[in-house]
């Protein structure tokens, strides 16, 4: 929710400003994702913006200021994860489903940053943008866009509700009320579901801080690497981690 607003009031500060240029990603590979995204980038682009989309469903409207980079090639999900699994969250554990999160958005990070043109990006030295904005799931690599352009970026939540994200912009959500994303319970629950529930964070909690995040440290460090000064690099994302 928190997240939502700021990301309303970037755009609000983007939208009542002059055109701005606008890099828009939506690389995570599922069409229900960028079914929504998508709205995002029609209202921009009527407001007049100028908007470089990075995703991997062409437009079916093209807009004079509208470039886009479709990710080549497209990443395979049900290669690596058969649809059943996704969809019905068939994994036998909640921890599990959580690390099926995880290497997911890991795979589609790095699948997204070997793009070629997504490469050519990077590594520009004349490119201009004015905002960046970018999908919140498990694609933290990508905020170093934000450092490499030097402007604001805004992220747009697609999951709801996460405890990760509650907790970066310092909300109060207590695992005794609050269930986890994965788990269907309500803010009714009886002590066994809150014991659970509380251990289910804290695993999450403890696993993104010393798992999943340096691998995604590392993804940013390896595809930005050479084209931001490393330690730079390090400490921007390091910044970026710790206020995640
Ligand atoms: C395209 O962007 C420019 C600003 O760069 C704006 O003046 C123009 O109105 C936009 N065109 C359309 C069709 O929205």
């Known amino acids: 929710m928190q997240l939502q607003l700021r990301a309303l009031l970037w755009l609000c ?8 240029r606008i890099l828009f990603m939506g690389v995570f590979p599922c069409p229900s994702h960028w079914l929504w995204l998508e709205h995002f980038q029609r209202d921009l682009l009527r407001r007049g913006h100028e908007v ?30 058969p649809k059943n699994i996704i ?39 004349n490119e201009h943008f004015d905002l960046v904005i970018i999908e919140q799931f498990f694609h933290e690599a990508l905020l170093m866009f934000g450092h490499k352009f030097n402007c604001p970026i805004v992220t747009i939540g697609t999951l709801g509700y996460a405890d990760n994200m509650d907790h970066a912009m310092g909300i109060v959500t207590p695992w005794s009320v609050i269930p986890h994303l994965v788990l269907p319970h309500t803010d009714q629950m009886s002590f066994a579901q809150r014991a659970y529930n509380s251990y289910l964070s804290l695993y999450d909690a403890i696993m993104r801080r010393w798992y999943y ?7 940013a ?20 981690i710790s206020y995640l």
């Open 87 to 125: 969809f019905d969250m068939h994994y036998s554990s909640d921890f599990q489903n959580l690390h099926l999160f995880w290497n997911i958005g890991l795979m589609t990070t790095e699948h997204a940053l070997q793009d070629v043109q997504l490469r050519q990006l990077i590594n520009s030295q």
């Open 221 to 240: 460090v390896k595809y930005f690497g050479e084209s931001i000064k490393v330690h730079s690099v390090e400490y921007k994302i390091n910044l970026c």
């Open 213 to 219: 995040l340096p691998k995604m440290q590392a993804l």
């Open 52 to 81: 470089t989309s990075v995703t991997n469903v062409p437009t079916k409207t093209p807009h004079a200021n509208l470039t886009e980079i479709i990710l080549n090639p497209a990443f395979d999900i049900p290669k690596h994860f």
């Open 13 to 20: 500060l983007a939208l009542g400003a002059s055109a701005s």
